[in-house]
């Protein structure tokens, strides 16, 4: 079967590498059009198609009418050279997904261009929207976990999606049982045996009848784990002995039971701290991670904010049975000056006030309203839940092998020589600019990038 590909028309060379390079981390060919001869043997059309016009001439809007006949309804992106926002209207009218102004940094320009092809493919699932390089190794990982039947433990801050990851792991894995969530933080106690192991009738006063414990009701599934630095010691114990013999009976019960569930966990406490103060056990934890997927907070990540905007807009539209706007020029720029301590359940919680107190086609910074930084924090809780029980993660270096420690130190040596200039960084490493991105995220540098 036909690789998805992307499809070019007049794409300078600069934009054209930045496009292929991208492409190739996300399983995409990059054919030209009237050079690659394959895009004509091709039996499904391409999932895009990036046009570059100039100054919005006659010919250059025949040739992109001309286009968008023949490709239906794949997406078309227009990258615009010295155009006016009349003719960026226009061009808008004609049908296309979005016009990009060139010259820019082609890096930037690729990511922007491939994000109709990252919104299709997650689709419901906006939290994972993104072209960063932080986000597409974020998604490498968890593809590749899901071919595992390894415990997976998923750290990050509050409002980063774990829970999202956690079910996109057993919705992409072969298990086809149950995906069974446990509030660790909600246990009891004195009812923890009931809940997760079950009980017989009769076991206890008030068991009227068998219950079905959460970890059976996990058979052939998967258990997540949410919270689980808040559990408590007594309580860890417990969940550290059916971790490690996989076995366990139901209350009351004689009929011993054999756990075949994965199992996944999450906090967003800094947990090898938690080990250190004496609140975690130390070998809960390494039961716990044989694979860690540390999720990037959004302010690490805002490059993808036009993408999860677009995405949120979109499912919150969907949702409240209403058009989605349009996004307005400034609206981006305006967020990116947030630091967004609630991460992305903050940016969506935002996003669902502003669609749902107005109803304008295109929505603006103004939209936002003058105090919206301040409300987003009341509202959401801000620095709030993490910070009132002190479980801010703090930053770390990632635990890498000997040779990517040593690749580590020669990238941050380069990115502190240039003042954090990628575009020198890239030439002093003799990489790609991508790569290099992507190497940053992998190695935990993002704060070595000055902000814009």
């Known amino acids: 079967m036909d690789r998805e590909y992307v499809l070019l028309t007049g794409v300078e060379a600069d934009y054209t590498e930045a496009l292929r390079d991208l492409a190739t981390g996300l399983s995409i060919d990059v054919l030209i059009a009237g050079r690659d001869v394959s895009a004509t043997s091709r039996q499904r059309p391409p999932s895009l198609h990036v046009v570059e016009v100039a100054g919005g ?10 286009v ?5 309804r794949t997406s078309v992106v227009v990258l615009a050279r010295d155009v006016g926002t009349d003719a960026i209207v226009r061009l808008l009218r004609e049908g296309v997904a979005d016009v990009i102004g060139v010259p820019a940094d082609p890096d930037d320009v690729a990511m922007r261009a491939l994000a109709p092809i990252d919104l299709a493919r ?3 699932r906006g939290d994972l929207v993104g072209l960063t390089p932080a986000m597409r190794l974020l998604r490498e990982q968890i593809t590749d976990t899901a071919k595992t039947a390894s415990t997976v433990l998923i750290t990050g801050e509050t409002g980063t999606g774990k829970g999202l990851i956690a079910r996109t792991i057993h919705e992409a894995s072969k298990r086809r049982g149950a995906f069974v969530h446990i509030d660790c933080a909600a246990l009891n106690v004195s009812i923890i045996e009931s809940e997760l192991f079950g009980h017989e009738k009769g076991a206890f006063t008030g068991a009227n009848g068998r219950r079905i414990g959460r970890f059976e009701q996990a058979q052939e599934g998967t258990v997540f784990l949410d919270e689980i630095a808040e559990l408590d010691p007594a309580l860890q114990a417990k969940f550290l002995r059916i971790l490690q013999d996989r076995l366990f009976e139901r209350i009351g019960g004689t009929q011993t039971l054999h756990m075949n569930a994965r199992v996944l966990a999450a906090t967003n406490r800094d947990i090898r701290r938690e ?3 004496g609140r975690f056990r130390p070998d809960l934890y390494y039961r716990l991670s044989v694979i860690e997927i540390a999720v990037p907070p959004l302010r690490e990540r805002l490059d993808d904010l036009p993408l ?11 949702r409240l049975d209403r058009p989605s706007p349009r996004v307005g020029e400034d609206l981006v720029a305006e967020l990116r000056r947030h630091d967004w301590p609630g991460n992305v359940r903050e940016l969506m919680n935002l996003l669902e006030r502003v669609l749902v107190r107005g109803d304008a086609a295109v929505l603006d910074a103004e939209a936002l309203g003058p105090g919206w930084r301040d409300e987003s924090l009341r509202l959401d809780g801000g620095s709030g839940a993490d910070a009132d029980r002190g479980s801010e993660a703090v930053r770390r270096e990632p635990l890498l092998p000997e040779e990517e420690r040593e690749d580590r130190a020669r990238v941050a040596d380069a990115l502190r020589a240039t003042a954090g200039n990628v575009s020198r960084t890239a030439r002093r490493l003799g990489v790609t600019r991508s790569r290099l991105r992507y190497r940053i995220a992998k190695y935990g540098l993002m704060h070595l990038i000055p902000d814009d």
């Not at 968008?68 to 239906?72: D, E, N």
């Open 57 to 66: 001439r006659e010919d250059s809007i025949a040739r992109l009418r001309g």
């Open 68 to 72: 968008l006949k023949r490709t239906g």
């Open 122 to 124: 997650h689709t419901g």
């Open 275 to 277: 080990i250190s103060l």
């Open 308 to 318: 999860l905007v677009r995405a949120g807009l979109d499912e919150i539209a969907t």
